[in-house]
């Protein structure tokens, strides 16, 4: 079966119970990960949104769809991207994590920078890093499979998210070259 083919294969008939079931049990690996599960089974297909207690504006609505055989369903992002097939939740749940933390991470950090001494607001931070770092970003995330790096404005720093185990941990450092330290010791902590 080609991939186009592939993508036009719908089983005859799927009961909503049966993918629901699927999207229950990756609702118990999301929240284990410190997310909040919303299920949306109520409209014509079930859905499950996930964001953060503290930052529901940004999320992500997880659906089930047909995989390449009839045997295998895949988890897919709203923005279509396939995170897992559906026998492995866990696998689905930690790319969620991966897609969520940096736009959570930046919006707490927004929050605790929003007033600056005698009251005067912050600046917000651009919604697109400045195309200036984008190649240090680059260079840091091929380095470091599944570190999300980026420059902070409005600290004046650079920011990563290192992978570790039940929890990620968050590093700063003033250069590009201190961020590259600072992740092999985040790393070697493990």
């Known amino acids: 079966m080609g991939l186009i083919e592939a993508k036009l294969w719908m089983p005859p008939a799927v009961p909503f119970s049966s993918?629901?079931?699927h999207l229950d049990r990756l609702a118990e690996e999301v929240a284990r990960k410190g997310w909040k599960p919303v299920p949306r089974y109520d409209g014509p297909h079930p859905l499950l949104r996930v964001f953060a207690p503290d930052v529901p504006q940004f999320g992500e609505s997880i659906t089930l769809v047909p995989g390449l055989t009839p045997d295998i369903w895949c988890?897919?992002?709203?923005?279509?991207?396939?995170?897992?097939?559906?026998?492995?939740?866990?696998?689905?749940?930690e790319q969620i994590t991966r897609i969520l933390i940096r736009y959570v991470t930046a919006v707490r950090a927004a929050r605790s920078h929003q007033t600056r001494a005698g009251g005067v607001p912050s600046?917000?931070?651009?919604?697109?890093?400045?195309?200036?770092?984008?190649p240090t970003i680059a260079e840091v995330q091929q380095r470091f499979a599944g570190v999300i790096c980026w420059w902070g404005p409005l600290t004046c720093a650079w920011w990563a998210i290192v992978p570790d185990e039940p929890q990620w941990r968050i590093v700063s450092a003033e250069t590009p070259d201190a961020l590259i330290r600072t992740i092999l010791k985040a790393r070697t902590r493990r």
Do not use: C
Request: aromatic share 6%; glycine share 2%; hydrophobic share 25%.
């Open 75 to 93: 988890y897919r992002s709203s923005t279509g991207e396939y995170l897992a097939p559906h026998t492995r939740p866990t696998s689905a749940a």
């Open 123 to 134: 600046p917000t931070p651009p919604a697109e890093p400045d195309p200036s770092h984008a």
């Open 19 to 21: 993918i629901t079931v």
